[in-house]
Structures are given as C-alpha cells and as structure tokens.
Nanobody
Framework: QVQFVESGGGLVQPGGSLRLSCAASGIAFDLYAMAWYRQAPGKQRQLVAFIDSSGGTNLPDFVKGRFTISRDNTKNTVYLQMNSLKPEDTAVYYC?????????WGQGTQVTVSS
C-alpha cells in the first residue's frame, strides 16, 4: 500500500523557518523522483520543489533561494527546508512521487506564516 506521511508544519512568523519531512512507504523509493507541492485555500495545488532519484533538484523561482529539498534513501524520506518564510507561503504542503504516478496523496501538513 502506497503511503506518504507528511509532518513538521506549524505556525511561524514571517522570516522564520520550518523543516518538513515526508515518509514514503509501499514504493521503491530510491527509484522515484519526489516532489513537494502546496495548496492554499481557493487555489490549485502547485509544485514547490523537485528532487530526482540521484539527488538533482529543481525549484521554481518563487521559492528558489529560500527552500531546499533533500532526500534520505536509507529512510525513504524526503525533506523540505523552508527559510525566510512569507505569509504567501501559507498552505497545506504535500509530498508525492513526481507527477503522482500512484494516484495517492497524503494528508499533508499545514504551514501558516503569520505574525
């Protein structure tokens, strides 16, 4: 059974940092590119970070320089380090295999950036 379990969200002030974790199970984790997505209220889910099976990364401009994605294949876990957080980063954050090949989403973790 494919499962993604996200954790590490919370309430943080603007300019603060959070580190999200996502534990994957039921997949050959080291073979898959992984990604973090987010969805704010009333908006579509958007990609915020990508990491391929070899550790190469790509992030969109709106988080580049602030967010870092990494993975630990020994733990089947992908991480998202978020620094210099802004109120517009407020959303539910999800991880998944890139392009959601299994058609499964986790419950996500809420990130709220507010003073």
């Amino acid at each position: 059974q494919v499962q993604f379990v996200e954790s590490g969200g919370g309430l943080v002030q603007p300019g603060g940092s959070l580190r999200l974790s996502c534990a994957a199970s039921g997949i050959a984790f080291d073979l898959y590119a992984m990604a973090w997505y987010r969805q704010a209220p009333g908006k579509q889910r958007q990609l915020v970070a990508f990491i391929d099976s070899s550790g190469g990364t790509n992030l969109p401009d709106f988080v580049k320089g602030r967010f870092t994605i990494s993975r630990d294949n020994t733990k089947n876990t992908v991480y998202l380090q978020m620094n210099s957080l802004k109120p517009e980063d407020t959303a539910v954050y999800y991880c998944n295999a890139y392009n959601n090949p299994f058609g499964v989403w986790g419950q996500g973790t809420q990130v709220t950036v507010s003073s």
